[in-house]
Nanobody, 125 residues
Framework: QLQLVESGGGLVQPGGSLRLSCAASGFTLDDYHIAWFRQAPGKEREGVSCISSNGDNTNYADSVKGRFTISRDNAKEMVYLQVNSLKPEDTAVYYC??????????????????WGQGTQVTVHS
């Protein structure tokens, strides 16, 4: 059974950092593009970052460029999102999602087949 489990969220002050992790099981990770999305209360789900199946392509939302970094370790079946210089507007539930590789590039549109349960990130002083 394909499963994605996020961890690493928490409460952090503005300017702080977190490392979000997404553990994959039940499928071969290197066949899948992975993306991170977030959803704040009352707002639509937003694509934050994605990484292609072999890691050669990454993409970021303009709102997080220069502050967030996505990476993956297919051998460990893990995907990471390093989030730095956090702002209150980064407060949201963060989800990882998987989509089997069809095209070479990953996407920030929510056309992903499998989703984790989310991890809460709260940025508050």
């Amino acid at each position: 059974q394909l499963q994605l489990v996020e961890s690493g969220g928490g409460l952090v002050q503005p300017g702080g950092s977190l490392r979000l992790s997404c553990a994959a099981s039940g499928f071969t990770l290197d066949d899948y593009h992975i993306a991170w999305f977030r959803q704040a209360p009352g707002k639509e789900r937003e694509g934050v970052s994605c990484i292609s199946s072999n890691g050669d392509n990454t993409n970021y939302a303009d709102s997080v460029k220069g502050r967030f970094t996505i990476s993956r370790d297919n051998a460990k079946e893990m995907v990471y999102l390093q989030v730095n210089s956090l702002k209150p507007e980064d407060t949201a539930v963060y989800y990882c999602a998987a989509r089997r590789r069809v095209f070479r590039l990953c996407s920030l549109f929510p056309y992903y087949d499998y989703w984790g349960q989310g991890t809460q990130v709260t940025v508050h002083s």
